[in-house]
């Protein structure tokens, strides 16, 4: 199986990538989605974050009030390194699992895993080959407060706290630039697949 790594900064719109590769024949994986369940009600995420923080980051139900958190995290560099020290080895045992799964469904496949954070966590290594998406500062901002993700500044300095785009770039195998349009986009997708060929790397 070939895995592919897709990276990029906050607003850089991987998750349009992966949707991308994901019609053209790639099995889709979301870090995103890996963190949010290791930290489910019960888990052992989410009893190791309680011990480390306190009840007040969890509601009645147990579940992690995420943006209380990142608001904590994003605010106090200490706390951040905490929370990345508990969360990170259990999302990278999940991502495995999936993969482990995926390539027992399929052997030829490609997987393309997006994953944030991935020149922070220096593992570019760790997969076949990586994809950087990129957008200019200005369409990144603008994205993530038209999606009322964040006002202007709380999205300028979460783009600040993450590795720079020279980060991304020197572990990158391709760049694909997502600041036009999704046509434009795809089209530089469909000639990184022609490229790589139908047969996986392993």
């Given amino acids: 199986m070939r895995v592919i790594a897709i990276t990029g900064g906050l607003g850089s719109g991987k998750s349009t990538v992966r949707r991308i590769l994901e019609e053209m024949g790639a099995v889709g994986v979301d870090a995103d989605e890996l963190a949010r369940k290791v930290v489910e009600p019960g888990t052992e995420g989410a009893l190791r974050v309680r011990d480390a923080f306190g009840d007040r980051f969890f509601d009645s139900e147990g579940r992690l009030r995420r943006k209380d958190m990142a608001e904590l995290v994003f605010s106090d560099q200490e706390a951040r390194a905490k929370l990345e020290g508990i969360l990170h080895p259990l999302i990278r045992e999940e991502e495995k699992r999936v993969l482990q799964e995926i390539a027992a469904r399929d052997p030829q496949c490609t997987a393309a895993v997006e994953i944030p954070l991935l020149a922070e966590g220096k593992r570019g290594e760790a997969y076949d080959l990586v994809i950087n998406v990129t957008a200019t500062m200005a369409t990144r ?9 964040y006002s202007r ?4 300095a979460r783009i600040r706290s993450q590795a720079t785009d020279l980060d991304r770039l020197k572990m990158a195998d391709y760049t694909v630039d997502n600041s036009g349009t999704e046509a434009e986009t795809r089209r530089q997708l469909e000639s990184i697949w022609r490229q790589l060929g139908p047969e996986p790397h392993r």
Avoid at 141 to 149: D, G, H, Q, S, T
Avoid at 153 to 156: P, V
Wanted: proline share 0%; aromatic share 0%.
């Fill in 141 to 149: 901002i603008r994205r993530l407060v038209e999606a009322k993700r």
């Fill in 153 to 156: 500044r709380e999205a300028e």
